[in-house]
Each structure stands twice: as structure tokens, then as C-alpha cells.
């Protein structure tokens, strides 16, 4: 009895399982993917706002072209709604009416960047190179 008792004793000590070798290679695979992972960055577009001014009365209102776009990316010229390929040619013919006229986009903050690049885009293939954009809110 004494024998299988001792045999006993020895089999449980040898079957522990030394585990700081399997942590030293997570810990060097946990350094390798931190160190090789590449993080993304962003873009986007950066805006210098003006503060909120008093507003002086200008007597050119009929010289610029404005342009509403709301938050749902829906773009309005002349508070009528126009579709994103008519942009362009109402564009072009406003400038037709007056050749002074400057593009004022007044884009809603939740809209999308590419609707103002589009609108900026059509209004330099109708010639016109200075193009404004005035940000708003709903928050009053």
C-alpha cells in the first residue's frame, strides 16, 4: 500500500503544467500587434467660423447666389428645391443674369462634405471661383 501510495504522490506532482512559457509568448505576441497595428486617422475638413457679429446691411444682396443646403442633404437655390444635376446650369444661368455674382453655400452642420464639394465643383464649371460657406445650426 505504501508503494502506491508514494507512486500516487509522484504521478500528481509531475502532471502540473508550468504555464510561464505560454505567458511570455502572449505577452510577445500582445507587444507584436500593438506595435504593427496601424491606426487610422481621419479627414476632414477644417472651417475657420467667424463669431457672431452684428450684421451691417450690404447693398450687393442681388449679387450673390445662395444656396441653402439642410440636414437631409437636400439643396435649395432661390428657396426652390433643385436636384443635384440642375446645380450647374442654375448656377450658370444666375451668373448669365449677373456676372459679379458670388456662390454663398449655407449648409446645414449635419449635412455631407460631398454635397458642398459638388455644389463647389458645379459653380467652377460655371466660372465662378469665389464660392463662400456659411454653416448653421438648428439650435437657437
Request: hydrophobic share 40%; glycine share 0%; proline share 4%.
Amino acid at each position: 500500500m505504501s508503494r502506491r501510495s508514494r507512486n500516487k504522490v509522484e504521478t500528481d506532482d509531475k502532471s502540473e503544467i508550468d504555464l510561464t512559457p505560454m505567458l511570455d509568448v502572449v505577452f510577445i505576441m500582445l507587444i507584436f500587434f500593438i506595435v504593427t497595428a496601424s491606426f487610422v486617422q481621419e479627414k476632414s475638413l477644417t472651417m475657420n467660423v467667424p463669431e457672431n457679429q452684428p450684421q451691417t446691411e450690404t447693398n450687393d444682396k442681388n449679387e450673390n447666389i445662395l444656396i441653402q443646403v439642410n440636414a437631409n442633404d437636400e439643396i435649395y437655390i432661390d428657396t426652390r428645391r433643385v436636384d443635384e444635376t440642375a446645380v450647374r446650369s442654375l448656377i450658370a444661368q444666375k451668373k448669365a443674369e449677373n456676372p459679379k455674382a458670388a456662390v454663398v453655400v449655407r449648409m446645414h452642420e449635419k449635412s455631407k462634405a460631398n454635397t458642398y464639394v459638388e455644389i463647389a465643383d458645379a459653380a467652377r464649371e460655371a466660372h465662378i471661383y469665389n464660392i463662400s460657406l456659411v454653416p448653421y445650426s438648428d439650435k437657437r
